[in-house]
């Protein structure tokens, strides 16, 4: 009975009563994935939300600009600013360097809501960003083409 717990799936907090105190991490957490945008439409938004918030215990979502726009966008690794305190690689070839299909990629901002996590909770993004790219980098260069946190 009830939501947001194991029992139920970890339901991603859509049935989680509003609330003014959500209880964010320090900044804002972003995801490269080698896929074109198109790609990146809104069931797999959710199935990636799901996914990140079954794994972490807590509820993750794609952030929205003051527009309210999700913000998913185009990724160029060009433009890439290094002055990123954390930024792990999943381990696709080339290092630092990876090569996609077309050479797609977006970036996905992400932020977290810790206001339903009970265990785990990471006040920090390069907290919770270095768990996954030890625990889960297999997983999300696999499953979700991820190729940065």
Not at 40 to 58: A, G, I, N, V
Not at 73 to 95: I, K, L, N, R
């Amino acid at each position: 009975a009830g939501c947001n717990n194991a029992a139920c799936g970890w339901d991603g907090g859509d049935c989680a009563p509003d609330t003014d105190h959500k209880k964010p991490t320090d900044g804002s957490l972003y995801f490269v994935l080698a896929m074109s945008i198109e790609k990146f439409h809104d069931q797999f938004r959710k199935l990636f939300e799901r996914y990140l918030s079954l794994k972490l215990q807590t509820n993750l979502k794609v952030k929205h600009d003051e527009n309210g726009h999700a913000m998913v966008y185009p990724f160029d690794q060009s433009e890439m600013v290094e002055e990123e305190a954390f930024s792990f690689y999943t381990g696709g070839s080339g290092g630092g360097t990876f090569y996609t299909e077309g050479n797609f990629a977006i970036i996905v901002y992400m932020e977290v809501d810790n206001s339903q996590c009970v265990v785990n909770c990471y006040q920090k993004s390069g907290d919770l960003a270095n768990y996954m790219a030890a625990a889960l980098s297999t997983e999300l260069r696999d499953d979700w083409s991820v190729v940065q946190i």
